[in-house]
């Protein structure tokens, strides 16, 4: 009988399933052959996220609801990928107690009810809080007030993502398989802009010759890694024993190439060849009592060691790319959120 293990799994659940990478995980998993469960109450994900594919496999609910996870024990998964939460700076700081709890209760749920089954927590690199100078590694001191500093003065998506990072290094001392991943700004094709995304944002703009919205001076710098080289890093990295167990297991993944958001704008602009304009604000009338992190790339040293040195994709291959069969999108009405 062949053993699956978190590196070749058979059997797969994906919260959030229907999101941005969450829909690039279940399409890399069908690809090898596995079969895909997608967990997702469809708060930001989309249905035409997901392929159809006889082995996969769609269940609607939130993970703050236990009868609904707990329908899903019988399948027996061999792994699971959390990454159901509230997605984009909009959403985050406007129902920021939600946010929390979904980062919070919402991973304890998920760890109670699937109790032996490996599982990927995608935190954020948010939990490098504001005073980010250099390339940040896994050891960096995380600051509580920090996090609370990032999140206006109180609890909300910093601060649930290391609190989720903290239920599962107990998890992971417990004996539980655990990996915590520390995503850098993951960017590519089927992100939206609706909810704050940077680059759909813009090119969502420039392709109209509106202005360009850049907050505080544009001279933040970001890392902008590449969504399939991403799934492929992690791929990799879950083939390794020692990064599922406690003390070992946080790891950065993306780019340590930064850019500043005027870089992004020009690099946008020349690529759609619009005649936008770019329109600078000052962050704080856009996401009251919020500050923008001014420097925020990952020092990739410790991943490497697991899925090796990686040749990321240029910021400008990476607009290049997203161009290809973009659609402008129309003005949404946000969703309203609830715990429910």
Not at 173 to 192: A, S, Y
Not at 289 to 295: A, G, L, R, S, T
């Amino acid at each position: 009988m062949q053993i699956h293990t978190p590196a070749t799994p058979k059997t797969v659940l994906v919260t959030g399933g229907a999101g941005f990478i969450g829909s690039h995980l279940v399409r890399k998993f069908l690809k090898s052959g596995g079969t895909v469960h997608v967990f997702d109450n469809m708060y930001t994900g989309r249905m035409d996220n997901l392929p159809e594919h006889p082995n996969l496999f769609f269940h609607a609910g939130s993970i703050m609801d236990l009868p609904a996870l707990e329908r899903l024990k019988a399948c027996n998964f061999d792994v699971i990928f959390h990454l159901a939460s509230v997605v984009g700076m909009r959403l985050a700081t406007k129902y920021q107690q939600l946010v929390y709890d979904t980062a919070t209760i919402g991973t304890l749920n998920v760890l109670n009810t699937f109790k032996n089954v490996p599982i990927v927590l995608f935190s954020s690199s948010a939990v490098y809080g504001m005073d980010n100078k250099c390339a940040v590694k896994e050891s960096t001191p995380v600051d509580f007030e920090q996090l609370l500093q990032y999140d206006g003065g109180k609890l909300g998506y910093a601060c649930g993502k290391y609190e989720m990072e903290q239920i599962g290094r107990r998890a992971a001392q417990n004996g539980r398989k655990v990996l915590i991943i520390r995503p850098f700004n993951v960017v590519g094709k089927r992100q939206l802009g609706t909810y704050g995304m940077v680059i759909p944002t813009f090119i969502n703009q420039a392709l109209q010759d509106k202005p360009l919205t850049i907050y505080d001076d544009g001279f933040q710098v970001r890392s902008f890694s590449y969504i399939q080289t991403f799934v492929s890093c992690l791929c990799k990295l879950m083939e390794h024993d020692e990064v599922w167990t406690a003390d070992k297991n946080i790891v950065n993944i993306g780019t340590n190439k930064g850019h500043s958001i005027n870089d992004l704008a020009g690099i946008v602009l020349q690529e759609t060849k619009s005649h936008s304009l770019v329109k600078y604000h000052l962050y704080e009338d856009f996401f009251h009592n919020h500050k923008d992190v001014v420097y925020r790339v990952p020092d990739t040293a410790y991943g490497e060691q697991f899925y090796g040195k990686v040749e990321w994709p240029s910021l400008r291959e990476i607009v290049k790319d997203i161009l290809q069969n973009f659609t402008v999108e129309a003005a949404k009405t946000e969703t309203q959120f609830s715990a429910s």
